[in-house]
């Protein structure tokens, strides 16, 4: 099945973040995409605001990460306080990242900088068109839209992803549900301008013993997007307002002059999960396959992260080179990833909402002199940054099992060019993996039997710093890089058909 090739488009059923990742990185590898989304205009909401350094990473070969930082603040750290005093600072410019940092920008201006790298792309969302119905068999798929008031449509696709959010009906019409809890914590949010004391380059979590955990996230200009617990027992009508939001940062010890207003909530958090990512000819990505809570900032960034796993593998199915292996494999590495974030935001969750006064005391204590060490806090930034993010655990990855493994992010420097490489993908060569030979400790290089769709570096320096990275300077070898920017293949000197191996498993049989 997965070896069709067909001209028709291929088509993304909504215009979030997911989507417009989706539909850059297809449309920048030469795949004809249409996007469509029932909303007539972009949201106003600015619902999720940050963008964490691996996303950024990875979206530097995308083309958007200049817009994006021109659009929102970096934020190197976290701060904890207690009872108005500061107790901790984790900070996050310590991960191995190009760009160690967490970039704070309303989600608004995020889809606004997506939407215009598609236009320049030569791409533009279809507006007022929603999915009402899909079937497909082992040829395509057969979507039915509707156009506002200007009738259906029957569209032919070889292939259709649900990037249709959290209510999502693609997911709905292949059968899949959310499975997870569905009764979870109240939250008060809101984003204002505000003056405020803290500093302006650190997110706040502000702890107390009498009530759940407040934050504050400093945003651009003098905006700020503030976030409350609701404890039990608060009035269930009660309208969200800023007075409240004032009042409820002032319960945990934080002072704020709030102003202005631009979008105040409340809201409750659900956990959950799909049980499969691809059904068939259709994929789910972003908040259709996997919501949770807000505590970290991890949904947006997981789903955008979905998009880009999932766009090179069916760019090289739309070319009918793609393996069902390699299909699957979008499940196969994403949905740990989305499992593991529900996990942890969970916790983070919980953590601050604890119900007791005696447990938060105890919190904060414990939280003081754990975040005192070195070691915690680099953990928590890790986590936080998404830099533990892996597919070794994936079938189509291989490699050592040294420091490095097949399955882990490359992390480019400057002069290894790898992100220059998957950058500039051309119509040509849209899905190609980028191949590092390191040379053995005498300086011969090794060979190796190579397929045509990795492109090899040379350079000494580039060559030996991978060389470093992944563990091979003693043995000298092979590394691919997979259009993702995460490694595919790790081969010593020895393995000299292990490139074949691993693109007979990702390439369609016969293509
Ligand atoms: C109130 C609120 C606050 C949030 N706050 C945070 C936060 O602080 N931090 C955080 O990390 N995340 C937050 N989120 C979650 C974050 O917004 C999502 O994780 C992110 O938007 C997911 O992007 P997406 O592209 O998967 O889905 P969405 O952004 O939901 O986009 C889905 C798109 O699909 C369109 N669509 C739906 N059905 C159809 C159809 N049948 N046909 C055509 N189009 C359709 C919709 O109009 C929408 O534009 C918040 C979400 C909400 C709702």
Not at 271 to 296: C, E, K, M, N, T
């Amino acid at each position: 099945m997965a070896a069709t090739s067909a001209s028709a488009p291929i088509l993304i059923v909504g215009a979030g973040p997911v989507g417009l990742v989706l539909a850059i990185d297809l449309m920048r590898r030469g795949v004809p995409v249409r996007i469509i989304d029932s909303l007539a205009a972009p949201t106003t909401e600015s619902r999720a605001i940050v963008i964490h350094a691996r996303t950024l990473d990875q979206l530097e070969a995308v083309g958007v990460v200049e817009g994006l930082i021109a659009a929102g603040v970096k934020t190197s750290g976290v701060q904890l306080h207690a009872d108005g005093k500061r107790i901790a600072r984790v900070p996050l410019d310590t991960v191995a990242s190009r760009h160690p940092f967490t970039l704070t920008t309303a989600q608004t201006e995020t889809e606004r900088v997506l939407a215009e790298r598609l236009g320049q792309l030569g791409g533009k969302v279809e507006r007022g068109v929603t999915l009402i119905g899909l079937e497909q068999d082992e040829a395509a798929v057969r979507a039915s839209v509707r156009h506002g008031d200007n009738g259906e449509e029957r569209i032919t696709t070889p292939w259709l992803i649900g990037t249709d959010g959290a209510h999502s009906g693609v997911r709905q019409a292949t059968g899949q549900k959310l499975e997870g809890t569905f009764q979870g914590e109240s939250f008060l949010m809101g984003d204002v301008d505000a003056d405020f004391d803290y500093d302006r380059g650190s997110f706040h979590i502000f702890l107390s013993p009498s009530q759940p955990a407040a934050l504050l996230f400093p945003m651009a200009g003098r905006r700020a997007r503030l976030f409350a617990d609701i404890p039990e027992g608060t009035d269930v009508d009660r309208k969200p307002s800023a007075e409240w939001l004032r009042e409820a940062l002032a319960a945990r010890g934080a002072h704020l002059k709030i102003e202005a207003p631009h979008w105040v909530t409340r809201f409750q958090i659900h956990h959950g999960q799909v049980l499969r990512y691809r059904i068939g000819r259709v994929f789910l990505a972003g908040d259709a396959a996997h919501v949770h809570s807000p505590a970290g900032g991890q949904g947006m960034n997981t789903g955008m992260q979905d998009a880009l796993n999932l766009s090179w593998k069916l760019a090289l199915a739309y070319r009918g080179r793609a393996s069902d292996v390699l299909l699957d494999s979008y499940h196969d590495e994403r949905h740990p990833v989305a499992a593991h974030a529900i996990t942890f935001t969970d916790k983070l969750t919980k953590v601050g909402t604890l119900g007791s006064g005696l447990l938060r005391e105890m919190r904060n204590q414990a939280m003081k002199y754990a975040l005192m060490l070195p070691v915690s806090q680099h953990a928590i930034a890790n986590e936080i940054e998404e830099q533990n993010v892996n597919y070794r655990a994936s079938p189509i990855v291989a490699g050592t099992d040294g420091h490095a493994q097949g399955g882990d992010f490359l992390r480019d420097v400057p002069e290894l060019a790898v992100t220059g490489v998957l950058q500039s993908a051309d119509v040509a060569e849209a899905v190609r993996h980028v191949g590092i030979v390191v040379p053995k400790p005498d300086g011969a290089l090794p060979s190796f039997d190579l397929p045509a769709g990795i492109e090899v570096v040379t350079g000494d320096d580039v060559t030996r710093e991978v060389g470093k990275q992944v563990g091979l300077t003693r043995t000298g070898g092979f590394v691919a890089v997979r259009p993702d920017g995460y490694i595919g293949l790790i081969a010593t000197a020895t393995e000299a058909d292990a490139a074949r191996r691993y693109w007979r498993r990702i390439e369609a049989a016969g293509a």
